[in-house]
């Protein structure tokens, strides 16, 4: 082959390549398993990614949450932390960021989303209520449960099916919430449960247009709306990219717009905002706010503090800022895209389009051969470990759990290995040696068997469950 025939990334899609607006000041080394080893390492983690050492792992999709780099400003803003127990110099700082970048007048800090899940879920929801909302989440449907509610799946059909394309899959159907509102009475509706992007859908986003009718119709019924924010400005991105009228705003712009419709807003730092851990929960209701002021002090700490240090809270106020800017969004969701682009292009089933922060393969796609109580999606995960060392996580059969009221699992459409890319962490040849590894499961498939599980845990039961491999 002459060197002229090799091309860039840019040239083979015939644009000019871009490039992360960063460069590596600091490394952290990893190193790539035998075969031997990851067989051994992954039957004593019970089949199970979550539990496999991380020391184990070569290229750790696992999660997006929690795992980003920090700048070399969020590391000389945790030198700032003021740890005095109330009213933290820092804490005032991160309500300015909140204020600034979300719009939301009052906030609470919590340790990281699931705090703010659970203070939201126990002030609003009375026991009774239904919680339409667009798909499931695992940690906030358990949340409206435990308050007495029931989360009621209000998303377009388009968004159970992995293949068809859709620019908004995160989409509200506003015919199911008004026919839930119907038959329930909109006073038996504690809250709109909405969530920008939806990570069991693949990462999906909710247009602006979505937004606007659902504030329309809620109005009109007066019911709130609270927003899962957590991967929000990845869905601004969308926005930005896809709907008619957005091309010139910045992600800033879009961001605080889509925010103006909801009524308050609750975080898992550890994604869109770029710390390793935090979270927070902001409305604009004083009243609201007050009820969760005091709430936060029984199950997070202070309502300055909320569970995280004054270094912490400095370092996410930074990480806000810097999470919006343009170039840094870009470069996020486009590593995604790229990664996405090259499976999609070897024809392996994935969720399509490309979601915001990572790629789900579609097990049952995969592997017809395996009935969904064998854990397609769970077997996937841990096959992509064996092969390459990548881990991924199962969002599937495991992850939707049992009906509470029937016992039964729950068989979700969806039954998804999911790779996350943490943001700003990896480069493009990991993308390449993870793409390369997907396609030698994909490859394999039809020799792979299902999983039995072994044990099963109360709640959550995806992230200590252990498996068995069938004969
Ligand atoms: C969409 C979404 N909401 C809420 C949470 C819960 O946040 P945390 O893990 O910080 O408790 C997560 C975490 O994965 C998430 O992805």
């Not at 990893?30 to 070569?58: C, H, M, P, W």
């Not at 906030?140 to 388009?158: C, K, N, P, Q």
Request: hydrophobic share 40%; glycine share 8%.
């Amino acid at each position: 082959m002459t060197s002229s025939s090799l091309k860039t990334f840019g040239q083979q899609v015939s644009r000019r390549s871009w490039a992360e607006p960063w460069k590596i000041k600091s490394v952290e080394p990893i190193r790539k398993t035998s075969q031997e080893e990851r067989a051994q390492a992954i039957q004593e983690a019970g089949y199970n990614t979550f539990l496999l050492r991380s020391a184990d792992v070569y290229i750790d999709l696992l999660t997006d949450s929690g795992t980003s780099a920090m700048s070399d400003r969020q590391w000389a803003g945790m030198m700032l932390g003021d740890e005095a127990y109330a009213g933290s110099n820092n804490f005032y700082r991160l309500e300015k960021a909140v204020q600034d970048y979300y719009g939301y007048l009052h906030m609470v800090p919590t340790h990281q989303g699931r705090g703010a899940e659970h203070l939201l879920s126990q002030t609003v929801i009375k026991k009774g209520q239904s919680i339409p909302g667009n798909m499931y989440f695992t940690t906030t449907r358990l949340h409206h449960e435990l308050a007495g509610g029931t989360f009621v799946d209000v998303i377009i059909d388009e968004a159970h099916d992995p293949s068809y394309e859709h620019p908004f899959k995160g989409n509200i159907d506003l015919e199911k919430v008004d026919a839930l509102v119907k038959k329930v009475g909109a006073e038996n509706v504690a809250y709109i449960s909405l969530a920008g992007t939806v990570n069991m859908a693949g990462g999906q986003p909710v247009s602006m247009e979505n937004v606007r009718q659902l504030r329309e119709y809620c109005d009109r019924h007066g019911i709130r709306i609270f927003l899962d924010a957590t991967r929000m400005v990845e869905n601004a991105y969308f926005i930005q990219d896809r709907e008619d009228g957005y091309a010139d705003k910045t992600i800033a712009q879009i961001l605080k717009e889509f925010c103006s419709y909801t009524d308050g807003a609750w975080m898992s730092a550890k994604k869109d905002n770029l710390v390793n851990i935090g979270g927070w929960l902001a409305v604009n209701e004083f009243e609201l706010f007050d009820a969760l002021r005091n709430l936060v002090v029984v199950y997070e700490g202070l309502h300055t503090y909320g569970g995280m240090a004054g270094r912490d809270m400095e370092a996410l106020a930074i990480g806000i800022e810097e999470a919006v800017q343009d170039d840094h969004v870009r470069a996020r969701v486009g590593q995604v895209l790229y990664l996405g682009d090259l499976l999609l292009d070897w024809k392996i089933p994935i969720v399509k389009p490309v979601g915001g922060h990572a790629i789900f393969l579609d097990a049952k796609g995969f592997y017809p051969h395996i009935p969904q109580d064998q854990f397609p999606a769970q077997v996937l995960t841990a096959q992509l470990y064996l092969d390459s060392g990548v881990r991924g996580m199962e969002r599937g059969n495991v992850s939707a759990g049992r009906n509470p009221e029937t016992g039964d699992h729950r068989y979700p459409a969806l039954e998804l290995t999911r790779l996350a890319i943490p943001r700003r962490v990896y480069t493009q040849a990991h993308m390449d040696v993870v793409a390369e590894a997907v396609k030698a499961a994909y490859d394999n498939r039809e020799q792979t068997r299902g999983l039995e599980m072994v044990y099963e845990p109360k709640e959550l039961r995806f992230f200590q469950a252990r498996f068995e491999p069938l004969g």
